[in-house]
């Protein structure tokens, strides 16, 4: 006969014997749910940069479950029950919301860049595949558009004269649009003269572009820098652009989409 430990709940009868197997059963099935998303955030929070507030949910909701079976309990199987569906869905909605992350690790950039092709469905097409092998003063931020606000995705580092001909090559031959940076200003927001027949536009007259770079990577390095514009909505309430800025004399590159 097995010996109960001093922490199970002790059942007084056949009935209550088979409610506390049932209720371990069913939250045994929400652990290994807990514990498959357990890992896919831990896998995020190490390769992207994401899933801190993700890993503390799921950590909590599997700690509480190993703890009720660990015990067992002899009522509340339509309660648990709910609550654990509940649970499931706020963790899956939190897993389908887009998180923010800013890094400078390289290394990083295939797994972030899948993650943010994943949550916009692939419309970010004006950054490479991979980063060149020699980079530096690299940084990687997105910040995904919720609801009135919209968000941007950019990289930028510096890295040998070589690869920035050849991306100057590439991209100057699909630009819409060809800026200077000095001519924003130091601002996002820049009023053209004449919109391309490329370009969409949301309102009649409504020339405004908006390329959402770092301002600080670029301080006093504009005079040197242009802008080429691959896509841009004219649309004053949310804007939306994919631009590579390209400084050659400095070696600096960046990769922007916004919207």
């Known amino acids: 006969m097995n010996k109960l430990k001093p922490y199970e709940v002790v059942p007084e009868n056949g009935y209550e014997a088979e409610a506390i197997r049932r209720n371990r059963i069913a939250d045994l099935f929400f652990l290994v749910l807990a514990l498959i998303l357990t890992l896919i955030t ?21 700690a509480a479950l190993m703890q009720s079976i660990r015990k067992g309990r002899k009522k509340g199987f339509g309660l648990a029950l709910f609550g654990n569906i509940f649970w499931a869905f706020i963790v899956s909605i939190m897993f389908l919301l887009p998180s923010p992350f800013s890094s400078q690790m390289g290394w990083r950039y295939g797994f972030q860049l899948k993650y943010v092709d994943m949550m916009n469905n692939g419309s970010f097409d004006c950054f490479p595949d991979k980063l060149p092998e020699e980079i530096s003063d690299y940084k990687i931020e997105y910040l995904p558009s919720m609801m009135q606000g919209t968000g941007h995705f950019r990289v930028h580092f510096k890295t040998s004269a070589q690869q920035i001909e050849q991306y100057e090559n590439e991209y100057s031959a699909q630009a819409i649009y060809t800026i200077p940076l000095a001519d924003f200003n130091g601002q996002w927001h820049k009023e053209l003269k004449e919109v391309s027949p490329q370009a969409e536009i949301v309102f009649e007259g409504d020339n405004s572009l908006v390329v959402a770079y770092d301002e600080g990577f670029w301080e006093g390095c504009e005079d040197h820098a242009t802008v080429y514009v691959i896509s841009a909505v004219h649309y004053w309430n949310h804007p939306h652009s994919g631009a590579v800025i390209i400084n050659r004399a400095e070696n600096m590159i960046e990769f922007t989409h916004l919207g």
């Open 42 to 62: 831990v896998f995020s929070l190490v390769f992207i940069g994401v899933g801190i507030i993700k890993l503390i949910f799921v950590a909590v909701w599997a």
